[in-house]
């Protein structure tokens, strides 16, 4: 079992810049991600990286301004996010996939969830 915990969200304008957080309770090799939620809307796929850190994947809505890392020393994963803007306000989620290698797009792929940080950017 693995405990997840965001932080870093808040309130932004167009084109600033964030960096989230996730917190793991354990060193784990698993596969992790960043999905949101806006309100009204499907819980989405943002970026996921493998266990070393070597394989990453976007969503084509924030290739090049999302960057995802992790810090495997430190449980850590982040989601440096650049050029914010309005239509990425949302509650974001990390996510570990008990996999350590591959891209999951679904939500059903992912085993631990975090409570999830909300993102809000105005124009």
């Known amino acids: 079992q693995v405990q997840l915990v965001e932080s870093g969200g808040g309130m932004v304008q167009a084109g600033d810049s964030l960096r989230l957080s996730c917190a793991a309770s354990a060193r784990s090799n698993y596969v992790m991600a960043w999905f949101r939620q806006a309100p009204g809307k499907e819980r989405e796929l943002v970026a996921t990286i493998n266990w070393s850190g070597a394989n990453t994947y976007y969503a084509d809505s924030v290739k090049g301004r999302f960057t995802i890392s992790r810090d495997n020393a430190k449980n850590m994963v982040y989601l440096q996010m650049n050029s914010l803007k309005p239509e990425d306000t949302a509650v974001y989620y990390c996510?570990?996939?008990?996999?350590?290698?591959?891209?999951?797009?679904?939500?059903?792929?992912?085993?631990?969830w975090g409570q999830g940080t909300q993102v809000t950017v105005s124009s």
């Open positions: 996510a570990a996939c008990r996999s350590g290698s591959g891209v999951y797009y679904t939500r059903e792929s992912y085993d631990y």
